[in-house]
C-alpha cells in the first residue's frame, strides 16, 4: 500500500498512519489536516470541496471547526470510513488528486510551511500511574522496598485529575516554576525556583465518543471510545511536589505546564502493532478484568541537549507495552463510577519505565532521586537545567514503514523571578 507522494522509508508519517493535527495555513487560518512524508494534507478543505462524505455537526462540516473535537464525537464507523477515503485519494493508483495539478495544490502543503497547534480543545484531563516498574521504583525510593506499591495499586489503576489549561503544544517552551520546597525536612519551608525540574516519559490517549453521566462504560466496550493517540511529557518539579502532595495529590508540582505532540496517531493506525499486556497478578475485579488483555508495542526515547551541547543525547529508551494497566483499564475504570468522559478529554498513561535502568521514564529515576548523575553527553545531570531541551519521539516499526507520532519537545526557561 503505497501513496503518490514520496514518503522517506524512516518517516513516522508513512501512508498506513495519515495522523490527524491542527494547523495554521494562509495566515491566521485554522485547518485540520493529516500528516504524509514531508507533506500536510489538508483534510478541511478535501471536505469543502465535497470529496469526504462526513457526518455534518448541526449544520455545519465537521473539519470546519478548526478542532478535531467534532468529528471526535462522530464514533469508530465514521473515524474507518474518513480514514478509507483518505487512503483511496491518495493511493498512488488514484488520478483524482495526483493527475490534477491545481486541485492537489489546494490541498497538498509541505509541512514546514505550517505551525501545528493543539489538535483538540482539552475539557478534561486525567493522568494514570500506571507502570508498576515506575511504581515500585519511586515507592522504594519514598517508602522503603517493602512497601513500594500502596495496597491499592495492584487493584485499580489510580489517578488523579490534572490541569487541562496548561497543556501546550510540542514547541512551546516551558518556564521553571516557583513554588514551597523542603528539601531539609525543616520546621519551615522555602520559596523560590524549583531546583529538582524532572521529565516525565508517557503517552495520552484522546477520548472520542463520551459517555452519559451515571453510565459507566464496560470494559468490552472501552477501546470503542478512544480516538487515538499522543506523546505527552508531564513535566514535574519534584521538591514541590514532595512537599504538598500529602494528603492530596499532585497540584503546583504538575499543573504548570504538560506538553504534547500535535499529532494524533488513530488507534486504526496502531490496530497492526496489538500486543498481549502483561499478566496482572492478582486478577482485578470483573469490571477491570477484559478476556484478552492487549496493549501496542511503542518504542519510546527521550533525548535531552543543553545550552552548551552541539546535539541532544539520549538519557533512556522504554516501551508502551511495559504499562501494567492498560488503555482498556483506565477507560473502564474511570467511568465505573459514572464520570462522563467527552470527546477531547485527555487520559495520560504514566511515566513509561521498563525493567531495566537505561528504560526508566523520568530523570527522578535516573538519577535515583538525585544521588545517581546521568550522563547526558560529556555533561551530566541529576535534573534539568535551564537551557535544557527535551525531546521524546516515539513510533511503531513496520515491515518497511513506521507508523511514528513524531516529537514533543521543549526548551527550559529561567524561573520569571519577582522584581
Excluded at 281 to 300: F, S
Amino acid at each position: 500500500m503505497q501513496s503518490f507522494v514520496p514518503v522517506p522509508s524512516q518517516s513516522h508519517f508513512s501512508f498506513q498512519n495519515l495522523p490527524y493535527g491542527v494547523c495554521r495555513r494562509h495566515g491566521n487560518e485554522r485547518c485540520i489536516v493529516v500528516a504524509l512524508g514531508e507533506h500536510i494534507v489538508d483534510v478541511t478543505a478535501l471536505e469543502a470541496m465535497g470529496m469526504l462524505d462526513v457526518p455534518s455537526m448541526q449544520g455545519r462540516r465537521v473539519f470546519d471547526s478548526g478542532s478535531l473535537n467534532d468529528f471526535m464525537a462522530q464514533g469508530r464507523t465514521v473515524w474507518r470510513e474518513v480514514r478509507a477515503r483518505l487512503q483511496q485519494l491518495l493511493a498512488a493508483d488514484e488520478s483524482t488528486l495526483r493527475d490534477d495539478a491545481e486541485l492537489l495544490a489546494q490541498v497538498l502543503a509541505p509541512r514546514n510551511d505550517v505551525e501545528m497547534l493543539l489538535p483538540a480543545g482539552i475539557g478534561d484531563y486525567t493522568d494514570f500511574y500506571s507502570s508498576r516498574e515506575h511504581a515500585t521504583n519511586v515507592g522504594t525510593m519514598f517508602r522503603g522496598a517493602d512497601k513500594a506499591l500502596q495496597p491499592n495499586w495492584l487493584h485499580l489503576p489510580v489517578a488523579y485529575h490534572g490541569r487541562a489549561s496548561s497543556i501546550i503544544a510540542s514547541g512551546t517552551n516551558v518556564r521553571r516554576p516557583l513554588g514551597q520546597s523542603n528539601p531539609d525536612n525543616g520546621a519551615t519551608p522555602i520559596y523560590g525556583p524549583s531546583r529538582s525540574l524532572d521529565f516525565e516519559l508517557e503517552m495520552a490517549a484522546f477520548v472520542g465518543i463520551g459517555n452519559e453521566l451515571g453510565q459507566p462504560i464496560p470494559i468490552a466496550n472501552a477501546e470503542e471510545h478512544l480516538f487515538g493517540m499522543v506523546l505527552l511529557n508531564d513535566w514535574s518539579a519534584r521538591d514541590i511536589q514532595a512537599w504538598e502532595y500529602v494528603p492530596l495529590g499532585p497540584f503546583l508540582g504538575k499543573n504548570f505546564a504538560t506538553s504534547i505532540s500535535p499529532w494524533i496517531v488513530t488507534m486504526e493506525a496502531l490496530e497492526p502493532f496489538r500486543v498481549a499486556a502483561p499478566p496482572q497478578d492478582p486478577l482485578p475485579l470483573p469490571y477491570l478484568n477484559a478476556p484478552r488483555r492487549a496493549t501496542y508495542d511503542i518504542q519510546l526515547e527521550v533525548y535531552v541537549q543543553g545550552a552548551k551541547m552541539n546535539a541532544p543525547a539520549r538519557v533512556c529508551a522504554s516501551n508502551f507495552r511495559y504499562l501494567y494497566w492498560t488503555l482498556a483499564q483506565q477507560v473502564a475504570h474511570h467511568a465505573v463510577n459514572g464520570c462522563n468522559l467527552r470527546p477531547g478529554d485527555l487520559l495520560a498513561s504514566g511515566t513509561i519505565s521498563g525493567p531495566t535502568p537505561e528504560s526508566y521514564g523520568s530523570m527522578l529515576e535516573l538519577s535515583w532521586r538525585g544521588s545517581r548523575p546521568v550522563k547526558v553527553g560529556d555533561e551530566t545531570r541529576t535534573f534539568l537545567l535551564d537551557g535544557d531541551r527535551v525531546t521524546m519521539t516515539a513510533w511503531c516499526q513496520g515491515d518497511g514503514y513506521r507508523v511514528g507520532f513524531g516529537s514533543v519537545e521543549a526548551t527550559i526557561l529561567p524561573a520569571r523571578l519577582e522584581d
